[in-house]
T-cell receptor
Framework: DAGVIQSPRHEVTEMGQEVTLRCKPI?????LFWYRQTMMRGLELLIY????????DSGMPEDRFSAKMPNASFSTLKIQPSEPRDSAVYFC??????????FGDGTRLSIL | DAKTTQPNSMESNEEEPVHLPCNHS???????IHWYRQLPSQGPEYVIH???SNVNNRMASLAIAEDRKSSTLILHRATLRDAAVYYC???????????????FGKGTKLSVKP
């Protein structure tokens, strides 16, 4: 049973560059969540989708961040332009209505 | 969302039971108590959840106080693989099932000694 798949697992890039993180949710799940984890702030919800529609993006730090879910099996989180303070582990999770969330293994992002 | 309070860290010996406490004195009637854990270098993993009654599954047991202002996650026999950060989270199920946010606190870091 394939879980939530995130790519890349690691990304190192220079500040100012565009970064795109990808997520494939578990097949059949209708909700998708993007989280960010840092030592200082812990795990924070950035945005979540229900049936491919963004429901709450109040956690998105600023306009440099954007997320899309063009279909039920794919989502992207984009940072443009990236800054060193965006360095973190980014997690994607998916769930079925009323069920627990399943998390991917995360993307470790380093902005130099 | 109602807040939870957990100890920063706990230690256990392998093969012994572990009781991880969580206080949630401002819990509302529609808040479910969820527990997740995060092993090193992995994403969080669902452990168990409940509303009022004690719950058991293959991973753990959840004991909920009668007034619901506290709960305890019980690992019956700790193994080295159980070393992780354990998060106690309240989720208002009225928000819409899977749409309900999970708000993670700092959790309890559990160390298991061989």
């Amino acid at each position: 049973d394939a879980g939530v798949i995130q790519s890349p697992r690691h990304e190192v890039t220079e500040m100012g560059q565009e970064v795109t993180l990808r997520c494939k949710p578990i097949s059949g799940h209708n909700s998708l969540f993007w989280y960010r984890q840092t030592m200082m702030r812990g795990l924070e919800l950035l945005i979540y989708f229900n049936n491919n529609v963004p429901i709450d993006d109040s956690g998105m730090p600023e306009d440099r961040f954007s997320a899309k879910m063009p279909n039920a099996s794919f989502s992207t989180l984009k940072i443009q332009p990236s800054e060193p303070r965006d360095s973190a582990v980014y997690f994607c999770a998916s769930s079925l209505a009323g069920q627990p969330q399943h998390f991917g293994d995360g993307t470790r992002l380093s902005i130099l | 969302d109602a807040k939870t309070t957990q100890p920063n860290s706990m230690e256990s010996n392998e093969e012994e039971p572990v009781h991880l406490p969580c206080n949630h004195s401002t819990i509302s009637g529609t808040d479910y108590i969820h527990w997740y854990r995060q092993l090193p270098s992995q994403g969080p993993e669902y452990v168990i959840h409940g509303l009022t009654s004690n719950v058991n599954n293959r991973m753990a047991s959840l004991a909920i106080a009668e007034d619901r202002k506290s709960s305890t996650l019980i690992l019956h026999r700790a193994t080295l693989r159980d070393a992780a950060v354990y998060y106690c989270i309240l989720r208002d199920e009225r928000v819409g099932g899977s749409q309900g946010n999970l708000i993670f606190g700092k959790g309890t870091k559990l160390s298991v000694k061989p």
